[in-house]
């Protein structure tokens, strides 16, 4: 599987549902992911500043 293209479309589903706010669990099942990747490509998200974890570890669109 292809990190890269795992995020773009990933980025791509928060492009277009803005408000879209997902755990780590409904994020793997969302994407159709194992844990372990769907958390890989989270983290890297994060690290980039696209997405930011709220205080109960949800993730969301940074610019919110």
């Known amino acids: 599987m292809d990190v890269d293209q795992v995020a773009e479309r ?3 589903e928060f492009d277009e549902m803005p408000e879209l706010v997902l755990t780590p669990a409904q994020a ?3 994407f159709g992911l194992d844990r372990e990747t769907t958390q ?3 983290d890297r998200l994060v690290g980039d500043d696209y ?3 709220t205080p109960d570890g949800a993730l969301v ?3 919110r």
């Open 10 to 12: 990933i980025r791509a």
């Open 28 to 30: 793997s099942r969302f």
């Open 40 to 42: 890989s490509v989270m």
């Open 51 to 53: 997405l930011r974890r």
């Open 61 to 63: 669109k940074a610019t």
